[in-house]
């Protein structure tokens, strides 16, 4: 089982980002994915989950309102898009599969906003 992350962004204050997730070596639709972040000193924050197979989402109370997750069964990869990025949001984010619990994770993406 491998997830594979897309690489890392540098983006500034109330722009958009877009992360991929691309998963390989087990039925792609037949486990959900988290996103999930580590920002500087605070620890690991959960975003939320999609369900590849009908593209259900739950997202996080802090998050709804600006980030989407998409899946495109075609490639096997899910998407993290956040909009009207801040300073706070420079973290790494990372997909994990959810097995149930967290059992393999990508590599993680660094995202930055900076000015």
């Known amino acids: 089982v491998q997830l594979v992350q897309s690489g890392a962004e540098m983006r500034s204050p109330g722009a958009s980002v877009m992360v991929s997730c691309k998963a390989s070596?087990?039925?792609?639709?037949?486990?959900?994915i988290d996103w999930v972040r580590q920002t500087p000193g605070q620890g690991f924050e959960w975003m939320g989950r999609?369900?590849?197979?009908?593209?259900?989402?739950n997202y996080a109370q802090k998050f709804q309102d600006r980030v989407a997750f998409t899946a495109d069964t075609s490639t096997s990869t899910v998407y993290m898009e956040m909009s009207s990025l801040t300073f706070d949001d420079t973290a790494v984010y990372y997909c994990?599969?959810?097995?149930?619990?967290?059992?393999?994770w990508g590599q993680g993406t660094q995202v930055t906003v900076s000015s």
């Open positions: 994990q599969r959810w097995g149930p619990g967290p059992d393999y």
């Open positions: 070596g087990y039925a792609f639709t037949a486990y959900s």
């Open positions: 999609i369900d590849p197979e009908d593209g259900g989402n």
